[in-house]
Every structure is written in C-alpha cells, then in structure tokens.
C-alpha cells in the first residue's frame, strides 16, 4: 500500500499552504496536514503530531513544518519513509534574532497581529511574480484564522529550538531539499548544508520562487515531490 503523505505547514499557516500538494498527491494516497496545536516548544509539537500519526509515512515540512519535521525524524526514524524539507533550516535561532521576537510577541498580544504579519513577516515571505498579492492576501487569512495565541506559541517554539545538525546526518530515508531560489528567509546555503548533511538526498532549487514555492511555483514544486515520492 502506497505510505500516507504528511503535510507540516509553515509558521501561521494552515492546509492552504499546501493546496495544490493536496490535489496533486491526493488521488494516489493519503494526504494529510498535521497543525502544531498550542505547544510551545517544538518536541511538544513533534510528540502531539506522532501521537496522532499513521503508523508510518512520507512527511514534508516547509519553514517552520521542516524544523518540526527534523524534530519528527528524531525522535521516531522507524516511522518515517521519506522526507522532504522545503524553504527551512536545521540550525537552532540565533540570540539577535529570538531577541527580535519579543517586541513581535508583544504587539501580538496587544491586537496587533494583522500588523505584525503585514509590515514585519509578508514583506520577506515572496518574489516578486503575478501571483504575489494573492498569496500575501491568503498568507493574511491564514494567520488570521489560527490566531494570536499559537503565533505567540510558535515564535516561543522557534526561540527554543535544537540544532538538528547531528539528527540530519542519520537520515538513511530517501530525501528531497528544495528551496525558492530567492528565498531571503532561508536562503539557499542553508539548504546546501542539509544537502550535504543527508546522504544520498536531492538538491532541488525552484527559480521564480521565495520562501513559499508551494504557492508561488507549484508545478514546479509538485514535480520535484513526485519525484521524491517515487525514489
């Protein structure tokens, strides 16, 4: 039977991120999105994902879901088939940018979240391309929906979260690293270092593309991943 295929979305995003994935991969095996729920540490987040998991399948994260799909991979590689890390990085945050965190978190709490995404996070999310205003509008309404209180929580995970260096150079499955080619979040040599970290994985870079090459070149990402589906 052909492995289900788990979705980890990115920081304030939900299944929408990964809608044409989901029509794409779902008509060959199961698709799910996995949300993180109010955890506020990234191993809370894992273990709530495993415990609600199929027994095994393929798992994709991108951002935030790749830190946490790192994490899921740590903790149980004998559930894991393949995995693919998208637009992410497997270091833990450095000190200047946890520290930036916190005046977010604040005017988070104090309403201010539409602000917050709009002038602080959206801004760095794309390049530029046809599709950008539709995708910034529906990054907006997906933050909206999940709400204040989880982006308090995952800007708390992402403070806290491990190097996963060591985790990544275990990784006997097969693997797929792809990255937007202008993606300023998570830039291209982070991705080069899991490649290199991996043995045996796949380098893919979407040109046209920034940190959510999902939305922005979906073809070209659903090419990459049946590739990756079909190692």
């Excluded at 920081?11 to 994935?21: F, V």
């Excluded at 994490?71 to 270091?91: F, M």
């Excluded at 930036?100 to 709490?109: D, F, S």
């Excluded at 990784?171 to 998570?186: H, M, Q």
Aim: charged share 20%; net charge negative; glycine share 6%.
């Amino acid at each position: 039977m052909t492995e289900p295929l788990l979705l980890l979305p990115g920081m304030m995003c939900d299944a929408r991120l990964y809608g044409p994935q989901m029509s794409a991969f779902s008509h060959q095996r199961p698709v799910m999105v996995a949300p993180f729920g109010l955890h506020d540490t990234v191993a809370a987040m894992t273990a709530d994902i495993l415990a609600n998991a199929p027994p095994r399948f393929a798992l994709a994260g991108l951002s935030m879901g790749g830190i946490v799909a790192m994490e899921v991979i740590r903790q149980a590689p004998d559930r894991v088939t393949r995995l693919a890390l998208l637009d992410t990085n497997p270091k833990a945050e450095v000190a200047a940018v946890a520290a930036n965190r916190e005046p977010q978190i604040a005017k988070v709490m104090q309403g201010q979240l539409r602000a917050v995404m709009r002038d602080e996070m959206k801004p760095n999310y794309l390049t530029d391309g046809p599709n950008t205003g539709q995708i910034l509008d529906l990054c907006m309404a997906m933050a909206e929906t999940i709400g204040a209180q989880a982006f308090v929580t995952q800007s708390r995970a992402l403070q806290t979260r491990p190097d996963q260096q060591d985790t990544l150079r275990a990784v006997t499955v097969p693997t797929l690293v792809l990255c937007g080619e202008d993606d300023s979040l998570c830039p291209l040599h982070r991705h080069e270092l899991m490649h290199e970290l991996i043995p045996g994985s796949t380098l893919t870079v979407i040109k046209s593309a920034g940190h959510l090459p999902t939305l922005e070149q979906p073809d070209a990402t659903n090419k990459a991943l049946s590739q990756w589906l079909t190692r």
